[in-house]
């Protein structure tokens, strides 16, 4: 939600409105906890009953807040920034599919942000798109719940004579190793 902002604020100022807004924020992942591994129309029951009223309680309480609060201020460009993004980030009440957050997206991805720098390096263009093509297997075989150095090692070595007409056998969520002493992740 404004989490991020708020918690940035309350650290730098110890404000009791960015107390207020974390405090409120992490009633939603209280619950989150308690709904964390069920089944997608459980948590979307359970998120309607529990989650909704206390975001419609932020949203309500954000909307008053923020017309105390100097324009100029981070407060309130957190705040403004959670209300115009409001419809997307409660999205998740009505579909238990969804996240709260995109956390594990960005942890998915904080490889390829930390190893940025070097990644301008690849030699060439052809080189940064052949480095992502990998990232894409090994991050693709994760989602699978594979091995990605069992799963890449095992479709290099039956690659070469693999029937073109059958290659998508060979993508992660169709896989079966050849060697079955080689098992999932």
């Known amino acids: 939600m404004c989490g991020t902002n708020s918690f940035d604020v309350h650290a730098a100022t110890g ?11 992490a009633q939603l992942y209280t619950v989150e906890k308690t709904i ?7 948590r979307q029951q359970r998120r309607q009953l529990q989650s909704q009223p206390i975001a419609e309680a932020l949203a309500a309480w954000a909307d008053s807040t923020v017309r ?18 409001w419809t997307a980030l409660v999205r ?15 942890r998915a991805l904080r490889c390829v942000a930390i190893g940025r720098k070097n990644y301008l390096f690849a030699g060439s263009d052809a080189g940064g798109r052949r480095a992502a093509a990998i990232y894409s297997l ?4 994760k989602l699978n719940a594979l091995n990605p150095q069992h799963y890449i090692a095992d479709v290099l ?23 079955t002493t080689r098992t999932a992740a």
Do not use: T
């Not at 404000?15 to 924020?25: G, H, T």
């Not at 090994?138 to 075989?141: L, M, N, P």
């Not at 070595?157 to 896989?175: G, K, S, T, V």
């Open 15 to 25: 404000s009791p409105i960015a107390n207020e807004a974390l405090d409120r924020i």
């Open 36 to 42: 964390n591994g069920s089944l997608p129309d459980w």
């Open 138 to 141: 090994v991050e693709s075989a």
């Open 68 to 85: 105390q609060l100097s324009r100029k201020s981070e407060l309130y460009a957190a705040f403004r920034y959670m209300r115009a993004r």
């Open 157 to 179: 070595a039956r690659i070469a004579d693999h029937p073109a007409r059958r290659i998508a056998e060979l993508l992660p969520w169709n896989w079966q190793p050849a060697d």
């Open 92 to 106: 998740c009440f009505d579909d238990g599919r969804l996240v709260l957050d995109n956390n594990p997206a960005e």
